[in-house]
T-cell receptor, first 112, second 111 residues
């Protein structure tokens, strides 16, 4: 995926442990987003960022926190992972005046 | 009620058929309309983008928007097995920059 990388691609973790997912972009885009995708629910926005240190909640933000200390990196942290957070997580980016998103390849997270 | 509704399918068609996909939305503030294609185990990729009522064509793909009915459609002509994927509609409000997605329709084009 051009200019956007997610890591790790796959992760299995235990209930109660903290987990951090990373999104890295080389496009210098202002906006970054974290979505989760689940069967029957489609893509749901967790958190988004509109600039360095500027973040806001999406529709399913409980149990998640984010940080953006530099333009290129947007971190998603599950503070204490639960089985309900087993999902595929997608990061997306968009530029100012650019209404289309570019998505990463996703992180498949399993909480056991 | 979800802001954007989309039939989950699956929609199975023979190769060469026309695929017809649609979404309805509830909020008249939505101004920009997109279709994304997502292959299995991949991220969504932008297919079509429009901001006005009417039709927009790009090769075998036609996006149609009817703002008065709050209804958007995607047509795929001469469908190919490589078109087998999940298609997601996505809508953007005029203010802010957060996309709202439909749940996606899975399409299978059989050779």
């Amino acid at each position: 995926d051009a200019g956007i990388t997610q890591s790790p691609r796959h992760k299995v973790t235990e209930t109660g442990t903290p987990v951090t997912l990373r999104c890295h972009q080389t496009e210098n885009h202002r906006y970054m987003y974290w979505y989760r995708q689940d069967p029957g629910h489609g893509l749901r926005l967790i958190h988004y960022s509109y600039g360095v240190k500027d973040t806001d909640k999406g529709e399913v933000s409980d149990g998640y926190s984010v940080s953006r200390s530099k333009t290129e990196d947007f971190l998603l942290t599950l503070e204490s992972a639960t089985s309900s957070q087993t999902s595929v997580y997608f990061c997306a980016i968009s530029g100012t005046g650019d209404n289309g998103y570019t998505f990463g390849s996703g992180t498949r997270l399993t909480v056991v | 009620q979800k802001e954007v509704e989309q039939d989950p399918g699956p929609l199975s068609v023979p190769e060469g058929a026309i695929v017809s996909l649609n979404c309805t939305y509830s909020n008249s503030a939505f101004q920009y309309f997109m279709w994304y294609r997502q292959y299995s185990r991949k991220g969504p990729e932008l297919l079509m983008y429009t901001y006005s009522s009417g039709n927009k064509e790009d090769g075998r793909f036609t996006a149609q928007v009817d703002k008065s009915s709050k209804y958007i459609s995607l047509f795929i002509r001469d469908s190919q097995p490589s078109d087998s994927a999940t298609y997601l509609c996505a809508i953007l409000k005029a203010a802010g920059n957060k996309l709202t997605f439909g749940g996606g329709t899975r399409v299978l084009v059989k050779p």
